[in-house]
C-alpha cells in the first residue's frame, strides 16, 4: 500500500495562492494515478483535479480550470497543487488520493487516502 500526507494547507487572502503538497510513502509512487479531492463543511466531497502517473494528463474540475494546476514529481513521490487566484469557495479540506486503475474522477475509485490539510480563504 502507498502512506499519503499532506502539508500546505492554511489561511490565505481572496486572490491570494497557496501550494499543496502530498508525500508518499510505500509501494511505488509512480504506480498510481493520482487526485486532489476536498470536502467543505455540510458538502460532499468533490474532485478537483487528476493527474497520470507519467504526469502528461492532467484533468480540472470547471470550479478550477484555470486557477489550480495539478503536478507530480516521480523522483520526490510528491504530488502537488497549486492554487492561484484563490476564492472563499474554496474554503475545505483537501485530501490527496492515489488511484491503482486508471485517471479518475470518482472519489469510490481511489485506493489510498491522505489525512487531508485545511484551506480556508477568506473574504
Known amino acids: 500500500q502507498v502512506q499519503l500526507v499532506e502539508s500546505g494547507g492554511g489561511l490565505v487572502q481572496a486572490r491570494g495562492s497557496l501550494r499543496l503538497s502530498c508525500q508518499a510513502s510505500?509501494?511505488?509512487?509512480?504506480?498510481?494515478?493520482m487526485g486532489w479531492f476536498r470536502q467543505a463543511p455540510g458538502k460532499e466531497r468533490e474532485f478537483v483535479a487528476a493527474?497520470?502517473?507519467?504526469?502528461?494528463?492532467?484533468y480540472y474540475a470547471d470550479s478550477v480550470k484555470g486557477r489550480f494546476t495539478i503536478s507530480r514529481d516521480n523522483a520526490k513521490n510528491t504530488l502537488y497543487l497549486q492554487m492561484n487566484s484563490l476564492k472563499p469557495e474554496d474554503t475545505a479540506v483537501y485530501y490527496c488520493?492515489?488511484?491503482?486503475?486508471?485517471?479518475?474522477?470518482?472519489?469510490?475509485?481511489?485506493?489510498?487516502w491522505g489525512q487531508g490539510t485545511q484551506v480556508t480563504v477568506s473574504s
Open positions: 493527474i497520470s502517473w507519467s504526469g502528461v494528463g492532467t
Open positions: 510505500g509501494r511505488t509512487f509512480r504506480n498510481y494515478n
Open positions: 488520493a492515489a488511484d491503482l486503475g486508471p485517471v479518475s474522477y470518482s472519489d469510490y475509485e481511489y485506493d489510498y
